[in-house]
């Protein structure tokens, strides 16, 4: 199961990529046009460029979950070919059209008079659809991409065939999702309704809980419940309403307040420990990740880059992060910072609502941020080197062995000093070769028997160290230039 869902953290660092531009985007225009954000009329120069760039970057956080099923589909597949992408893609759009609103009412009138189950399907097309609907395609061109059809239907066969049984699938999957999915969206609901009346404790378990649903996509449900005004709360409707605590029967904010100093200064705080913990050679990698989606979510709390780079791959780090949010979120409440957001706990709507009747002591902001940064770093360092956890740039394997290895790597005898031929014989042949991928230094091989590896072959092949996991997986320490043997390999296969 880890090595599953490791290989899920992995196929979603191409998509994760894309998100750092539209926080940065989305950041920069809210900044220009608050209209953007607060309603109003929108004129002017700058303002008008503001909207354009909230838009632009609007495109992809509003479709992450179709980027999740195209690059969960791609990365998951054997050979990374662009078919298993358009496979997922199949699967994502008869799943999300078949579970549509409208078409769900067509085949269940009644469900108009439910108004959880409603709501349900409203949010139908979330991260977690879209990674399942990545995994199905994934799967799908694994086991059949090499499948021939009787010749009156060759043109189909192979790689063509998948799509159709992509297809064919799906429609089961979303009869299934169809009963599934409103029950899981409605029990949220009722959850939510529950702890509503419990005050400052009751904003750190919704805060627990939204972090730790978002993975499944199944937040939004007790965000209808807190956020808006789904049984009469409304937390964020009432707070940019302009209405105060003598307007409603709570402490206006608390359901916001606790995320902004988690995401303006606990992310920042846990991917500078991610990447205190990352290999010095990947480091630079990690960097590059990170550090975009650390100035993401402070700018405009935008949090899925970092989340997504590590909620796979590292899920007992994932729960302690959400823990920290139900912490900071109660701790918050009790101190008395109340601050909203329309879009996000981000600096850019913080500086937006510090002038809403409903704001308190805003300035807490900076003490609260400070211990935020502190705990989240000492927190995820902790963890990440107590258990080794495989955050981005922290392998599970032995890295110091792995370091040694590279450091003596010659980077032009890794291209030109390589036997291919060789390498294919330490590994037993290429008929032993079930899987063929690689990282930034090592080729990722899952073998039909590991016995048949020859590490002697291997290393004379120009091999600078081998490791084997077990379950028959197997790595080959190359060096820098390893993406062009792992590329002459996967054509000689």
């Not at 290429?430 to 991928?437: A, K, P, Q, S």
Request: one cysteine or more; proline letters at 4%.
């Amino acid at each position: 199961m880890m090595k599953f869902l490791q290989k899920i953290g992995k196929s979603l660092m191409l998509p994760v990529a894309c998100l750092p531009l539209c926080g940065i985007l989305m950041g920069i225009g809210y900044l220009l046009c608050p209209a953007s954000m607060q309603g109003g009329e929108i004129t002017g120069t700058m303002p008008v460029v503001g909207m354009f760039l909230v838009k632009a970057g609007g495109a992809l956080i509003d479709h992450i979950a179709l980027l999740f099923a195209v690059g969960v589909g791609v990365g998951m597949s054997d050979d990374q070919n662009g078919t298993a992408g358009l496979t997922a893609l199949v699967s994502w759009l008869i799943i999300t059209t078949l579970l549509q609103v409208d078409f769900v009412k067509l085949l269940m009138p009644t469900i108009a008079d439910q108004p959880a189950s409603l709501l349900a399907f409203q949010k139908i097309e979330n991260p977690f659809i879209g990674i399942l609907t990545g995994i199905i395609g994934a799967q799908i061109y694994n086991r059949f991409k090499n499948t021939d059809l009787p010749e009156w239907l060759a043109f189909f066969s192979r790689r063509r065939c998948t799509v159709i049984i992509s297809g064919l699938v799906s429609i089961l999957v979303a009869a299934v999702l169809f009963f599934i999915w409103p029950i899981l969206f409605g029990g949220l609901v009722s959850l939510g309704q529950g702890i509503a009346d419990m005050g400052a404790v009751g904003a750190g378990i919704y805060a627990f809980l939204n972090r730790l649903l978002i993975p499944l996509g199944l937040h939004h449900a007790l965000n209808n419940v807190f956020w808006f005004d789904t049984i009469g709360l409304g937390d964020l409707t009432h707070f940019w309403a302009g209405h105060t605590d003598a307007d409603v029967p709570w402490s206006l904010g608390i359901y916001m307040s606790g995320f902004f100093p988690c995401m303006m200064f606990g992310i920042p705080g846990a991917a500078l420990a991610i990447i205190h913990c990352a290999n010095p050679k990947r480091r630079k990698y990690v960097i590059g990740i990170l550090g975009s989606a650390a100035l993401c979510s402070f700018v405009c709390g935008v949090t899925e880059p970092f989340e997504f780079a590590f909620m796979f791959c590292a899920p007992m780090l994932y729960v302690a992060y959400a823990l920290l949010y139900g912490i900071f979120s109660y701790a918050t409440a009790l101190l008395g910072f109340r601050a909203g957001f329309s879009f996000s706990a981000g600096a850019t709507d913080l500086l937006f609502s510090s002038s809403l009747p409903a704001a308190q002591n805003t300035w807490l902001i900076l003490p609260l941020g400070i211990v935020a940064f502190v705990v989240f770093y000492v927190v995820f360092r902790v963890l990440i080197r107590q258990f080794n956890l495989p955050t981005p740039g922290n392998e599970p394997e032995d890295m110091e062995d792995m370091e040694e290895s590279i450091e003596k790597a010659d980077i032009k005898e890794a291209v030109e000093g390589i036997d291919i031929e060789a390498l294919f014989q330490g590994l037993g042949g290429v008929g032993n070769i079930v899987v063929l991928d690689n990282c930034a230094t090592r080729l990722r091989l899952e073998l039909k028997d590991d016995t048949a590896v020859d590490e002697n072959k291997l290393k004379a092949a120009g091999a600078k160290g081998v490791f084997k996991l077990g379950d028959n997986n197997v790595q080959v320490v190359i060096g820098m230039k390893v993406q062009k043997i792992a590329d002459i390999m996967k054509q000689k296969l």
